[in-house]
Nanobody
Framework: QVQLVESGGGLVQAGDSLRLSCAAS????????MAWFRQAPGKEREFVAH????????YYADSVKGRFTISRDNAKDTVYLQMNRLKPEDTAVYYC?????????????????WGQGTQVTVSS
């Protein structure tokens, strides 16, 4: 089993930046991949970004492309989401997710493990 813990959320103004962290522990696997999702009140959980543990290939949702950067530190079993030029519509609970395969997946059911989420609020 893999445990994921997100941190780094907070309240910021539009145009500001935040860096989220996702620390993985337990029975981690190096051949899989990680992702960030987000969920605003009353909306479905949506895909944000994906990264492979090996090689670091990344994939982003169109809504965050050019503003957000996903990265990983394999030695620390930690994945990051650098969020720049934040917009009010980025306001959501951000979740870290993990799966065993390297294939890009943008739906929640394709991921095996989830963190508890961290709140990001962007004011205008």
């Amino acid at each position: 089993q893999v445990q994921l813990v997100e941190s780094g959320g907070g309240l910021v103004q539009a145009g500001d930046s935040l860096r989220l962290s996702c620390a993985a522990s337990g029975r981690t696997f190096s051949s899989g991949s990680m992702a960030w999702f987000r969920q605003a009140p009353g909306k479905e959980r949506e895909f944000v970004a994906h990264i492979r543990w090996i090689g670091g290939f990344t994939y982003y949702a169109d809504s965050v492309k050019g503003r957000f950067t996903i990265s990983r530190d394999n030695a620390k079993d930690t994945v990051y989401l650098q969020m720049n030029r934040l917009k009010p519509e980025d306001t959501a609970v951000y979740y870290c997710a993990a799966k065993r395969t390297i294939v890009v997946a943008t739906t929640t059911h394709e991921y095996d493990y989830w963190g508890q989420g961290t709140q990001v609020t962007v004011s205008s």
